[in-house]
């Protein structure tokens, strides 16, 4: 089980990979929270050119994304496309699903896959 400080340095790279490659991201007001079957609860703010992880539960989080530890850390890595996580049952998402694209290219400009 991964702790919320080892999702956020992952997620804080990817971010700063990311803007390097689209500076429009930092311009970006959403937040995602993340539901850890297996682990913590977390959310994503991407709020005034910076992103913020934070442990606990946001009270109006654009969407919720629902996936186990193993599955999110594959996501984050690269390893597994969050589209076929998706598609596949491995991950769920509640609220805007169409804007978790937006955190998908975030995803992948911070991995190298866009």
């Not at 390097?20 to 991201?25: D, F, T, V």
């Amino acid at each position: 089980m991964a702790s919320v400080e080892e999702f956020k340095k992952v997620i804080e790279d990817l971010f700063a990979k990311a803007i390097e490659k689209e500076p429009s991201i930092k311009s970006w007001n959403k937040v995602y929270q993340f539901a850890v079957k297996d682990g913590p609860k977390f959310y994503v703010e991407i709020k005034d050119g910076a992103i913020n992880v934070v442990e606990g539960e946001h009270p109006r989080p654009i969407a919720t994304l629902t996936t186990d530890s193993e599955t999110l850390k594959k996501i984050l890595s690269g390893e597994l496309d969050a589209m076929k996580a998706f598609m596949t049952r491995k991950i769920a998402i509640t609220g805007n699903v169409f804007d978790t694209m937006n955190l998908k290219k975030l995803i992948d400009l911070g991995t190298g896959k866009a």
